[in-house]
């Protein structure tokens, strides 16, 4: 069965750094571009990072551009959010995701874009 499943989320002060996880099953992991996105109460879900299939190309949203860092371990299946410098306005449902394409060629913030979904992890940042 095809599936992404979260870990590393919970509760931070701010200033502070989580990093999140996000482990694939049932596909090709090595050829798919991966996405991280959010959702916080009452707001859209919305794009944070993604990284080519091959991990040579990042793309952030500004809002995280400095603080995050996405990166992935194509042996071990793999794609991690690491979280630095949290803020409150950081809370939310984090969400992986893996790209529809197989090695699309220009990396994608748009969540149609993607068609593996997680189940996602909480991301709560206390002030």
């Known amino acids: 069965q095809v599936q992404l499943v979260e870990s590393g989320g919970g509760l931070v002060q701010a200033g502070g750094s989580l990093r999140l996880s996000c482990a694939a099953s049932?596909?090709?992991?090595?050829?798919?571009?991966m996405g991280w996105f959010r959702q916080a109460p009452g707001k859209e879900r919305e794009f944070v990072a993604a990284?080519?299939?091959?991990?040579?190309?990042?793309y952030y949203a500004d809002s995280v551009k400095g603080r995050f860092t996405i990166s992935r371990d194509n042996a071990k299946n793999t794609v991690y959010l690491q979280m630095n410098s949290l803020k409150t306005e950081d809370t939310a449902v984090y969400y992986c995701?893996?790209?529809?394409?197989?090695?699309?060629?220009?990396?994608?913030?748009?969540?149609?874009?993607?068609?593996?979904w997680g189940q996602g992890t909480q991301v709560t940042v206390s002030s």
């Open positions: 995701a893996e790209d529809s394409r197989l090695r699309r060629r220009v990396i994608s913030p748009n969540a149609y874009e993607y068609d593996l």
């Open positions: 049932g596909r090709t992991f090595s050829g798919y571009a």
């Open positions: 990284i080519s299939w091959n991990g040579g190309s990042t």
